[in-house]
């Protein structure tokens, strides 16, 4: 069987007005289903399948979530809502949907951050039992020896109740390397470069699981993106 929903739910969730208003724009004529003029906004209707018309624009099924991409750009929150400060939120275009950043990055960090609405594919990527890789781009000063390399991929104190899982580092130029880690902890790339005697001092995050950040992408920008290319 079909799934139907109501008319005036349909095109509130489109982003078309909200219910109070699309009711108006029933009962003033506005509205066609499959070319005839809607009488009642609990008017049941099958997405994909009705043709639902406000004034002479199509009004297609909402996609079930979305998923966009940005390169977050420092001085950002990773945040819903703030009264001060900017959030990542405000960087993407207005939305009726209940969008959320998937983990965070800190004000001062940079990169790959995945904003979705799709709350059991966020999970997934944030649950310590799946275990998703993160490779930052991490610009230190100090001097980072063969051993502070090998500690920080062999798990270190960093001091929590135990140490860091097993990293990947791997040299990326002169007070620079790609580190990879499949934990999130509160600051953690920062506190594993610390407890090697050595200071962030730049950090962007270019990969989540499958996610790379693309090359293209300017800070500051978006690009939306398909589940399949999540997971």
């Given amino acids: 069987m079909e799934k139907t929903i ?18 108006k724009w029933i009962r003033a004529g506005r509205v066609f289903v499959d070319g005839q003029p809607a009488r009642s906004a609990d008017l ?5 399948t009705s043709r639902v018309f406000l004034d ?12 966009y991409l940005l390169n977050k750009p420092a001085g950002c929150i990773t945040a819903t809502e703030d ?15 209940n969008l959320f950043p998937v983990g965070r990055l800190d004000k001062d960090t940079v990169g790959l951050l995945l904003i979705t609405d ?9 649950s310590p039992r799946k275990h998703v890789a993160k490779t930052y781009y991490v610009e230190y000063t100090g001097i980072l020896t063969e051993q502070d390399m090998f500690r920080l991929a062999s798990g270190l104190d960093i001091g929590d109740d135990r140490p860091t899982a097993p990293a990947e580092v791997r040299t990326a130029g ?3 390397v790609f580190l990879t880690i499949t934990e999130g902890r509160f600051h953690q790339v920062k506190r594993m470069i610390s407890a090697v005697g050595c200071e962030v001092i730049y950090l962007k995050r270019i990969r989540m699981g499958r996610l790379t950040l693309p090359d293209d992408l ?7 993106i398909e589940k399949g290319d999540i997971v």
């Avoid at 624009?57 to 998923?67: A, M, R």
């Fill in 6 to 23: 109501r008319l005036d739910k349909y095109l509130a969730d489109s982003g078309h007005g909200t219910r109070s208003e699309v009711k």
């Fill in 44 to 48: 049941k209707i099958i997405p994909g």
């Fill in 56 to 67: 002479e624009e199509e009004i297609l099924p909402q996609e079930e979530f979305v998923y």
């Fill in 83 to 97: 009264r001060s400060a900017r959030t990542v939120l405000d960087l993407l275009p207005p939305s009726r949907r």
């Fill in 118 to 126: 799709d709350g059991q594919l966020a999970h997934s990527l944030l």
């Fill in 174 to 176: 002169p007070g620079a």
């Fill in 218 to 224: 300017p800070e500051g920008s978006w690009r939306k």
